[in-house]
């Protein structure tokens, strides 16, 4: 059985840092897209930043220069560096992998809150 395993979410004054991590455990094979969505009180989940096995990466418009996604394959890990947060980044955070072959899989959602 697979499981995906987040860590590292909190309450954090606005313009800090937190790093979040997601890794995963069990016959999840190989991975080829890992990635970040985030879902805030009232809107639909969206996507924050992927990365591909191969190295390409994405980010949403909201977080270019402030988050920085990276995967670590041996550890079957991503993670994801979160800098400059503002309020409106206050969601919670979910990781996911995609395999080769339809494989889909989600972690159960850390808390990110930016409060002064």
């Known amino acids: 059985q697979v499981q995906l395993v987040e860590s590292g979410g909190g309450l954090v004054q606005p313009g800090g840092s937190l790093r979040l991590s997601c890794a995963a455990s069990g016959s999840i094979g190989s991975i080829d897209v890992m990635g970040w969505y985030r879902q805030a009180p009232g809107k639909q989940r969206e996507a924050v930043a992927h990365?591909?096995?191969?190295?390409?990466?994405n980010y949403a418009d909201s977080v270019k220069g402030r988050f920085t996604i990276s995967r670590d394959n041996a550890k079957k890990t991503v993670y994801l560096q979160m800098n400059s947060l503002k309020p409106e980044d206050t969601a919670v955070y979910y990781c996911?992998?995609?395999?080769?072959?339809?494989?889909?899989?989600w972690g159960q959602g850390t808390q990110v809150t930016v409060s002064s």
């Open positions: 996911n992998m995609k395999g080769w072959i339809a494989q889909d899989y």
């Open positions: 990365i591909r096995r191969e190295g390409t990466i």
